[in-house]
């Protein structure tokens, strides 16, 4: 199985930006679809970033489309959410989560509700 730890959390103005690492280990990264999930408080959790194992296909909540970009290095086992033009609506704890797409092709992106391990997630407030 693999182990995920973010970091790049904090506080911001609105406007402002963050970049969120997740450093992977434990299992082979290129295996693996990810994602970035976040839960504001009193609210479900919200997945607002999936990218697939090759990298070159992603998906958006719509909320995030055009302001939040998902990467991954899998050479680095990290990946990566960079955040422009945050919003007070932003703020949430962002989890890291892994897909396990053995198999599968390297351009699916994982499903929104099929992410198999997550990290112990780092908090994002950014104040109005």
């Known amino acids: 199985q693999v182990q995920l730890v973010e970091s790049g959390g904090g506080l911001v103005q609105a406007g402002g930006s963050l970049r969120l690492s997740c450093a992977a280990s434990g299992h082979t990264f290129s295996l693996y679809g990810m994602g970035w999930v976040r839960q504001a408080p009193g609210k479900e959790r919200e997945s607002v970033a999936r990218i697939s194992r090759s990298g070159t296909n992603t998906r958006y909540v719509d909320s995030v489309k055009g302001r939040f970009t998902i990467s991954r290095d899998n050479a680095k086992n990290t990946v990566y959410l960079q955040m422009n033009s945050l919003k007070p609506e932003d703020t949430a704890v962002y989890y890291c989560?892994?897909?396990?797409?053995?198999?599968?092709?390297?351009?699916?992106?994982?499903?929104?509700?099929?992410?198999?391990?997550w990290g112990q997630g780092t908090q994002v407030t950014v104040s109005s």
């Open positions: 989560a892994a897909s396990d797409l053995l198999g599968h092709s390297m351009f699916e992106v994982p499903q929104s509700d099929k992410f198999d391990y």
